[in-house]
């Protein structure tokens, strides 16, 4: 985009994030106010989105009540999306917490946080998660672990899904792509390797015409016997998370960083 304009962009990108400090203060109080609390965090969301020149395009119903929404993983703007449709907790890594503003929102309504330097906490933030869909709330999870840029996408770990299955409730593929005006893939939201957030901000501010695209599948039943695995493996597919995805322009494709192997999750993963 051209200099003004992008100048444009960031300041009223840096406005809207600083009533979101206004509206961390307002939804603390409205934990009782549910509706209240979702209708202020989705118009902030899609504030920032609007301010930021990115256009949300939803296909499909997100499922109401109890549900695992299970979603590929490329930036810190799928947290953002998923906020601007159907706020929920969410299955995050604990430097989201710490993040200006977004941190603190995502955090409200019983966001479960997982340190992935002690995986040996894994199955107790499946029982959290599991806690939260018997009260009949969504909650969102990126089985992939990690973010993802290019052709190739992470594999569904199954964690996530033994929460769906111990709840009783059902799990919804969500696929996520960032388009160009001309509906190819843009990897300018991309947040992935050694990439910083403010980076990142600008990368997507600079974007012409970009497009969010969240598409909502058929939830999948998880009450006829299946196992998590073989339920990450159709989620997987219906997402159509790797190999299989639409071929990325722009940024060559980096992958996802290592992580550490931690003795006695492995049956968890």
């Not at 695992?68 to 604990?94: E, Q, Y």
């Not at 790797?242 to 006695?264: F, I, L, T």
Request: proline share 9%; net charge positive.
């Amino acid at each position: 985009m051209p200099a003004p304009l992008r100048l444009l962009r960031g300041a009223g990108s840096f406005g809207v994030l600083l009533t979101g400090i206004a509206v961390v203060v307002l939804v603390r109080g409205w934990d009782r106010a549910p509706r209240l609390r979702d209708a202020a965090l989705r118009f902030w969301t899609r504030s920032l989105l609007t301010a930021m020149g990115v256009r949300l395009r939803v296909v499909g119903v997100p499922a109401p009540g109890s549900v695992l929404r299970v979603a590929n993983h490329i930036s810190w703007l799928d947290i953002v999306l998923f906020t601007a449709v159907r706020p929920g907790p969410m299955l995050a890594k604990t430097e989201v917490r710490d993040w200006p503003v977004l941190g603190p929102l995502t955090g409200r309504g019983g966001t479960v946080y997982i340190d992935r330097d002690h995986l040996r906490q894994l199955p107790d933030r499946v029982a959290e998660m599991a806690a939260v869909l018997r009260s009949g709330r969504p909650i969102t999870a990126f089985p992939e672990g990690s973010t993802w840029c290019g052709e190739a996408g992470g594999r569904f770990r199954p964690a996530a899904f033994q929460a769906a299955i111990d709840a009783a409730a059902p799990v919804q593929p969500v696929t996520i792509r960032y388009r160009q005006p001309d509906g190819r893939l843009c990897t300018a939201p991309a947040y992935v390797g050694d990439d910083e957030l403010l980076p990142s901000i600008r990368r997507v501010v600079a974007a012409r015409g970009l497009v969010a695209e969240v598409t909502f599948h058929s939830p999948m039943p998880t009450d006829n016997g299946t196992d998590r695995r073989l339920l990450a493996r159709r989620a997987q597919a219906a997402v159509g998370s790797g190999p299989e995805a639409d071929h990325v322009v722009g940024r060559p494709y980096v992958p996802a960083r290592q992580r550490p192997q931690v003795a006695g999750t492995a049956a968890w993963r």
